[in-house]
Nanobody
Framework: QVHLVESGGGLVHAGGSAKLSCTASGTIFSINDMGWYRQAPGKQRELVATITHGGSTNYVDSVKGRFTISRDNAKNTVWLQMNSLKPEDTAVYYC???????????????WGQGTQVTVSS
């Protein structure tokens, strides 16, 4: 059984900052990529940022220069530091992890339950 638990969401004023955290727990052998996605009301879920096990990162254009993704492999944790927040960043943010639960196991993507980030203008 694998669980991803996010924290750090809430209400933030435009121009402010927030930091999301996500920790994977349970029977985990290794984690490959981890990432953050978001879904605004009435819109499809979109990629925000991803980070490989080695630390290479990728961002959607709309957050480049404002958001930073990082991770601690020893703690199975990924963070998303969000600065200069805008009302259009309002969404439910989900973390995910591509992992396997045993040495010969298949890679599978697990998702967290989501955390709400609301940016007021």
């Amino acid at each position: 059984q694998v669980h991803l638990v996010e924290s750090g969401g809430g209400l933030v004023h435009a121009g402010g900052s927030a930091k999301l955290s996500c920790t994977a727990s349970g029977t985990i052998f290794s984690i490959n990529d981890m990432g953050w996605y978001r879904q605004a009301p009435g819109k499809q879920r979109e990629l925000v940022a991803t980070i490989t096990h080695g630390g290479s990162t990728n961002y959607v254009d709309s957050v480049k220069g404002r958001f930073t993704i990082s991770r601690d492999n020893a703690k199975n944790t990924v963070w998303l530091q969000m600065n200069s927040l805008k009302p259009e960043d309002t969404a439910v943010y989900y973390c995910n992890a591509d992992l396997r639960t045993q040495y010969y196991g298949l890679w599978h993507v697990y998702w967290g339950q989501g955390t709400q980030v609301t940016v007021s203008s």
